[in-house]
């Protein structure tokens, strides 16, 4: 039974981390690092910013940092060499009551090399908000601990 099968459950995760490690030579030195320190997932988008190929994603990071569970931090993530930048509303299929104005919490996130010199990150909402862009350089700034400042208007997370 799919539902409490351990090997099932875990089955699509594994597959994804093994491709991860299968691409992870070719990944951009910054994005081997940042892999290694964040998760990202249960995080809130501030703003998107998109200039002259160059994506800059801020948020705030509620999920692990350097192994340690609920250290949050404000981060900026600089995605150079964009090509590609796609945000898709998927909002008839969630129910939006329980959730903040804006993008929502960050669902999953996932990596994906396309060839040789560009990637694809996707970023899965709570809304029902899909994200993706194709890039070929990485960086990312740690902006310190997010002292206290609300997501939202309503103090939700």
Do not use: M
Request: contains cysteine.
């Amino acid at each position: 039974d799919f539902a409490t099968d351990p090997v099932l459950i875990n089955a699509p995760a594994d597959k994804y981390e093994a491709y991860l490690t299968s691409t992870y030579d070719k990944l951009p030195e910054r994005l081997k690092i940042f892999r290694g320190k964040y998760t990202i997932h249960d995080s809130a988008i501030i703003e998107l910013t998109l200039n002259n190929n160059v994506l800059t994603v801020a948020l705030y990071v509620s999920g692990i940092v350097d192994g340690d569970w609920g250290d949050n931090r404000k981060l900026r993530i600089i995605y150079e060499g964009v090509e590609n930048f796609r945000s898709v509303s998927l909002h008839k299929l969630h129910s939006l009551a329980d959730d903040c104005s804006g993008y929502g919490d960050l669902g999953y996130d996932e990596l994906e090399l396309l060839d040789s010199n560009y990637f694809e990150h996707r970023f899965l909402l709570s809304t029902g908000i899909e994200i993706a862009f194709c890039f070929s350089d990485f960086d990312f700034e740690d902006l310190g601990p997010n002292l206290g400042e609300h997501l939202c208007e309503n103090n939700c997370q």
